[in-house]
């Protein structure tokens, strides 16, 4: 089995056991079997010895929620409202995209995810209107080695004269079942569901589909907000039809009432912000304070690459600095001046992307933290460089300080995909000009 000991780095674990001011961590196979100040050789003699000095470590990253598909489509939907981006994205662009669009689309959104340092991506797939765009879709995920939950979604177009619009169209069970049956086993992929949710659907709709995820014992996520809600008090009666519990994943969610917030929290219910893109496309503003009022937190996602960057970095960071900016106004609105100390810490930041996205997809006990027996997903950060020199506080320096540019080694269950800057087995080139050449045929299809 291989065996990889990495010396000498400054470790930030996430994990109760704390940080290593420099201590090295020792992989077999696929899971990470000892981290201490000092791993003797005679526990590793048949290791690949790397030497971490100069380098900091941080757990593989997880992209909580995030629409791989637009990844061809960069830049596209930047200047776009969320309602100018239903129509155009979802009743326009979506509807020419063929399996192989999907395919590389995904393939290329999961390789740069790797690249900037996520080990861990929910794929929510919600243009995949044939069975093969799902085939093609997981393809891609599969090939680029990343880990990843296939959220599978249903596409959102305007109704045609005489056709059920898709609101009114329960989830395909027998489509999420396929899915299931061919994917069992799969080391480093899950299926799980995205469904429509009493914000997007009729109660019906929503009634089946939390049903169906909870028999199929499936994550499902659903989009809340954005314009009112199809069914106003959809939220009370999934509940009271025993349908509201811990698989159930909220993303954006700043509709919703305290009190909603507080009893889904105690029901299990978990939170996905995408704060950039919420700010962005007019949401409005993320949930982090809301939840950590109640002792709670949410995991990040890039949500829409056609909107901004899919560096997750980025995203705790933009989170962070959004989450203070909005305590610092209510101080100052309250009591005059600028509060004595920051209300949200750059630990927290790194814990929406890390720890918290493990809970959301149900597999703290595997990965989001550094600790022997957990899988060896992990990212090695060149501290060093000219943008990170000193460190003071490794953990501030990961969340303010590091960009890709400093991403320099990036493992997978235990298989290195990025050294020394550059991914691995990949023949990139090819597979850009195949990205492009999607996105322009897509764009062009539209007319944009
Ligand atoms: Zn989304």
């Known amino acids: 089995m291989t065996r990889t000991l990495i010396k000498g780095a400054s470790i930030i674990t996430m994990d109760v056991q704390g940080d290593l001011r420099q201590g090295d961590i020792l992989v077999t196979g696929d899971t990470l079997t000892e ?88 794929d929510w797939c919600h243009n995949n209107p044939t069975p093969e765009h799902n085939d093609a879709a997981i393809a891609g995920l599969l090939e680029s080695g990343i880990r990843a939950a296939f959220f599978h979604g249903t596409a959102k177009p305007d109704p045609k004269p005489g056709q059920t619009p898709f609101w009114e169209v329960p989830h395909p069970r027998a489509e999420v079942e396929r899915l299931l049956k061919a994917h069992q086993g799969q080391p480093l992929l899950n299926v799980q569901v995205a469904v429509l949710g009493p914000h997007y659907s009729t109660l019906d709709v929503a009634v089946h589909d939390f049903a169906m995820a909870k028999d199929l014992g499936r994550i499902a996520s659903l989009h809340q907000g954005g314009g009112p809600a199809r069914v106003p008090d959809g939220w009370e009666k999934l509940e009271a039809a025993g349908l509201l519990g811990d698989n159930i994943n909220i993303v954006h969610g700043h509709a919703l009432t305290d009190e909603q917030l507080k009893r889904f929290c105690d029901l299990g219910i978990s939170f996905s912000a995408a704060a950039e893109n919420e700010m962005t496309q007019g949401h409005g503003f993320p949930i982090t304070g809301r939840l950590k009022a109640i002792g709670k937190a949410p995991s990040l996602g890039v949500d829409l690459e056609s909107v901004l960057s899919g560096d997750m970095l980025t995203q705790a960071r933009v989170a962070l600095g959004m989450q203070r900016s909005l305590d610092n106004l209510a101080f100052r609105q309250a009591q005059g001046g600028i509060p004595p100390t920051s209300t949200v810490t750059t630990r927290e930041a790194l814990s929406w992307v890390t720890i918290e996205g493990a809970r959301m997809l149900k597999q703290s006990h595997r990965i989001g933290s550094l600790a022997a027996g957990k899988q ?64 322009q045929k897509i764009a062009a299809a539209l007319g944009l």
């Open 376 to 439: 060896a997903d992990l990212v090695m950060i060149k501290a060093s460089d000219l943008n990170m020199q000193p460190v003071h506080d490794a953990v501030s320096s990961v969340v303010m300080q590091t960009s890709l540019a400093n991403i320099d080694s990036v493992m997978v269950a235990g298989q290195w995909k990025k050294r020394r800057g550059q991914l691995l087995n990949v023949d990139l080139l090819p597979k850009l000009a195949a990205l492009n050449a999607s996105g």
């Open 35 to 122: 981290i201490a100040p000092h791993i003797h050789a005679d526990h590793a003699d048949d290791a690949m010895v790397v030497n971490g000095s100069g380098f900091i470590i941080i757990p593989g990253l997880v992209n909580a929620h995030m629409h791989t598909w637009q990844t061809a489509l960069r830049g596209l939907a930047a200047n776009w409202t969320l309602m100018e981006y239903f129509q155009k994205m979802h009743a326009g662009l979506a509807l020419v995209f063929t399996p192989q669009d999907l395919h590389i689309a995904t393939l290329m959104g999961a390789l740069n995810q790797i690249n900037c340092g996520t080990t861990t991506l929910a």
